[in-house]
């Protein structure tokens, strides 16, 4: 299996968000829109982690990159609902999709004898 960090997956998801962030700073695209196309990027690289990783031996979620790009999604997400550029409720719909995804991407990523 490759390092993770040099998945063109990884970098891909990096470069999406960071341009759909990028995007909405310049004024290109609204923040909202923004923030459900980043969000998007990163759930979508979560499923393809825990599918990745199906049935193998995984490490913690804690030393994982889905965890971390989840979390710094969650962030921007944070910053960007506090002076009103995206509704609190927009917010908490994409911060709650990330932690589910997450969530089940790593229950599908567990080994078998784990989930018996």
Not at 72 to 96: D, F, H, S, W, Y
Request: charged share 10%.
């Amino acid at each position: 299996m490759r390092d993770k960090l040099t998945s063109t997956a990884f970098w891909s998801t990096l470069a999406v968000a960071l341009g759909a962030w990028l995007a909405a700073i310049g004024g290109v695209v609204p923040t909202s829109w923004a923030a459900v196309i980043a969000t998007a990027s990163v759930v979508a690289y979560a499923i393809s982690r825990g599918l990745a990783k199906y049935g193998s031996d995984m490490k913690g979620g804690i030393h994982s990159t889905e965890f971390w790009i989840g979390i710094a999604q969650v962030a921007v997400i944070v910053c960007a609902a506090v002076p009103g550029e995206v509704t609190n409720k927009l917010a908490a719909v994409l911060v709650a999709t990330i932690a589910a995804v997450y969530t089940v991407a790593r229950g599908v990523a567990a080994p078998v004898d784990d989930l018996l």
